[in-house]
Structure formats: structure tokens, C-alpha cells
């Protein structure tokens, strides 16, 4: 056994250990920026989730992260009134 096959392979070792650390940090979230938001006060603009296949209406009043909700199985739309149209 030559020493240059064992110095390759114990490169080829470090390679491979380089790549799977760096794909564990990725698929971790290791890094990324998780600020949150401050929550912002949007009372005044009427904005409505409104879910279609029942009529169920959540009046949004404070919007952080934006996730849309899902009721009777089907994601809501969001509705924007204009002021003083009334529930």
C-alpha cells in the first residue's frame, strides 16, 4: 500500500465529511435570518378572511407573518372592504 493512496484516501474522507456537515447545516436552518416581524396594526384597513365554502368571516386586525388559514378544508380568501362597508 503506497502513502499516497492512503493520503488520497483519507482526503477523499475529508471531502465527503465537508459535504455532508455542509448539507446537515442547510437542511438545519443553521444561518438563517429568523427575525420576527413586529406585529403591524392594520384595524383601519378592513381586511377580512373569508372562507367560501361556508361564509365563515375572521376580521384581521394585527398582521405579523401572514399565514393564510384553512377552514372547511379549503384555504381562505382574503377580502379588503372599503371602510364603513359593514360585516
Do not use: K, N
Not at 482526503?11 to 438545519?28: C, D, E, F, K, Y
Not at 429568523?34 to 384597513?45: G, Q
Amino acid at each position: 500500500m503506497s502513502v499516497w493512496m492512503v493520503i488520497g484516501a483519507i482526503a477523499i474522507a475529508l471531502v465527503i465529511a465537508w459535504l455532508g456537515l455542509t448539507a446537515l447545516r442547510a437542511a438545519s436552518g443553521v444561518g438563517v435570518d429568523r427575525e420576527t416581524a413586529e406585529p403591524e396594526d392594520v384595524d383601519e384597513l378592513e381586511v377580512y378572511l373569508v372562507c367560501r365554502e361556508c361564509g365563515t368571516e375572521f376580521r384581521v386586525t394585527r398582521i405579523g407573518e401572514l399565514q393564510i388559514p384553512r377552514h372547511c378544508g379549503e384555504p381562505m380568501e382574503v377580502l379588503r372592504r372599503s371602510a364603513g362597508a359593514g360585516a
